[in-house]
């Protein structure tokens, strides 16, 4: 606002599994940014990175991706779509990955945060500003309050309450995001498999009687730029099929990537969403 | 001790699921007690308690349940063997059980040892002793110290560390009591799947390069007549199958199941299981 001559930087992503990374480029694109994408081999998926500008690039390849960010004219960059954490051994580090990699350490792989924190950090110091996907997609970023016909009732909040309480010790400890709870009892709790991984297993689990909740909450001072919860219209098909009632997650915090799709299968399956204020 | 003419009582050994409800009888015959066992309909093995005087009864059916042990003589009571934590609906209660049901509050549906906890308080108040399996099977209560040829080196150290911090706060929140963590990084998490489930996830999740460990610890403050975890030489060959180095537990409080049988698994597949002191 204050320099009106600067023009938007071009955006760099850098793009893991999912749909997400192509809907980042195109609301970069619908604000006029110019994008360039790397896709993060094994992970990122052909088709959604097709219509983009892009290379493909292993994680370990860190002086490539670096090297083709800047070639692009990149300075901010986004980091989004899942990535399942490497090994030391498949990371296969080039020789600028290795001295990256000495850099962040290996205790950053203890934990996603530790990892994706470090990512940032070296970034920053490679003289990118890394900026979160919320930022770039702000319609997708979640409301607070209920967004469905449904309302959770009171034993919906009552699951609600513990798994906010489960989610939060999780989180803090830096193992996962997301739990799901039916009847007071905790059915599954998220470590790197993954939300629908664990829907599918809660739904092998689940009890006869009232349909139990998903609560997905982003870590205790997590980093917004990394990784934040994201909930899609097949996270809640697949919490529907497991029998669930509905899903809760910290409003602001959390992706809703494609919201009027995330909406109409909530209410065709009679489900609640609800936006969890994270100030009360 | 001080009175000498007092004979060793009935053992009455309410029974979920797997072999240990035939151990605990035979160890207390054993010790020259007699044993009644009330197989619960749906989680006991018939062919466990076939050569057991026995009756099998619904979890619901707690006024049958109490009656027959009463009729047997039995004042000290063992409650042995998964048993899935039953809905509402599931549990079609009796008319004591129904009164028990009020007693035991639907509060203490929302954990394990909430329920378990009310259970053992009822069958106090009914008149009956409540005992650990640990006190019957004084053998097969877990050791400190490494128990197997393969010693822990230091990455185990690491990731038994990292899965202690993680199965306590997972069991102050009544959650689950175990985890598996590789490199560092925190693969399955255990709510109500069961140990032998969340090895198998385990096993898929698995990274490469060197493999990780299962840590099963009791919950903090769990009564020990409830629930102690327990492994098994099944538990030690499905640890092998996920890749696995090694298992730590709480000595003193873990059920070692088949100790030998254990142990020779363990050392077939060059793990480690490691009895961890709770003083230290």
Redesign the interface.
């Known amino acids: 606002m204050k320099n009106q001559a600067e023009m938007p930087r071009r955006l760099g992503i850098i793009a893991g599994g999912g749909p997400l990374p192509a809907r980042v480029a195109a609301a970069a694109r619908a604000a006029g940014r110019g994008v360039f994408i790397i896709g993060l081999e094994g992970f990122a998926d052909p088709s959604v990175l097709a219509p983009w500008p892009h290379e493909v690039r292993r994680l370990g390849a860190a002086s490539r991706i670096i090297a083709a960010l800047r070639e692009h004219g990149c300075q901010d960059i986004v980091m989004i779509g899942p990535v399942r ?6 990371l296969r580090p080039d020789a600028e990955g290795a001295k990256l990699l000495a850099r962040i350490g290996r ?1 950053a ?3 996603d945060d530790g990892l994706l924190a470090a990512v940032i950090r070296v970034l920053t110091e490679e003289g990118f500003r890394v900026v979160g996907a919320h930022e770039i997609m702000r319609e997708a970023v979640a409301p607070a309050g209920v967004l469905t016909k449904a309302v959770p009732d009171a034993q919906a909040m009552t699951d609600i309450n ?1 798994g906010v ?2 989610a939060r ?2 989180g ?2 830096d ?2 995001q997301g ?1 799901v709870v039916q ?11 993954g939300t629908d ?1 664990m829907l599918a ?1 809660a739904g092998a ?1 689940r ?3 009232i349909g139990g909740v998903l609560v997905k909450l982003a870590k205790p001072g997590q980093d917004k730029r990394a990784d934040l919860p994201t909930i899609g219209p097949e996270t809640v098909r697949n919490a529907a099929a497991a029998g669930l009632r509905g899903l809760a997650f910290e409003a602001k915090a959390t992706i809703l990537a494609e919201r009027e799709a995330c909406l109409t299968a909530a209410n065709a399956a009679g489900m609640f969403l609800l936006g969890l204020d994270p100030e009360t």
């Open positions: 954490r490497p090994s030391l051994l498949d205790a792989f203890a934990g513990r309480q489960v010790l999780l803090s400890a193992v996962g739990c009847q007071g009892l905790v059915l599954a709790v998220e470590a790197i498999e991984a297993r689990l009890r006869d009687g």
